[in-house]
């Protein structure tokens, strides 16, 4: 099964690599490329399943150039407070995050690319995470809804 393609900067395409799809820069708005370049959602984590051979100018990108990268969109993880933490339960993103940048749980408590009052599907709960104010929170794997 092929999976989704998309064109990254030619440094970045390396089978295996993982990024985080952080939206189109300013040069973009005028390029006859863009709408491959910019198919995927602001905020998700994807992996690079394959590289193609075909490159193309970019000046947004180190070397000027893109290739076209089969990826992978990997799972959304999230913290859920425990009192939420149901596996197959629906909840509501009802928060911005935390704003503690310098906590080792950080990236999965601020919500990046997901507005507040998203609905999210837990998929599966997952491990306790040690929170410096002294929340109960637990990892989930979900999906926005």
Not at 40 to 50: D, N, P, Q, T
Not at 58 to 82: G, N, R, T, Y
Not at 121 to 133: A, F, G, K, S, Y
Request: aromatic share 4%; charged share 30%.
């Amino acid at each position: 099964m092929m999976g989704k393609v998309s064109l990254i900067g030619k440094t970045l395409a390396k089978e295996g690599r993982v990024f985080m799809y952080a939206g189109p820069a300013p040069e973009c708005g005028k390029c006859k490329l863009n709408t491959i370049c910019q198919n995927l959602a602001v905020g998700r984590k994807y992996r690079v399943v394959k590289v193609r051979d075909k490159e193309h100018d970019c000046p947004a990108h180190d070397q000027d150039k893109v290739v076209a990268v089969e990826v992978e969109e990997l799972p959304l993880e999230m913290s859920i407070p425990d009192r939420k933490a149901l596996e197959s339960a629906i909840v509501t993103i009802d928060g911005d995050g935390c704003r503690y940048r310098w906590c080792d749980n950080n990236h999965l408590c601020r919500y990046e690319g997901i507005p507040k009052g998203t609905k999210v599907l837990l998929l599966t709960i997952e491990e306790d995470l040690v929170c410096p104010i002294s929340l109960k929170l637990k990892r989930a794997v979900v999906e926005i809804r």
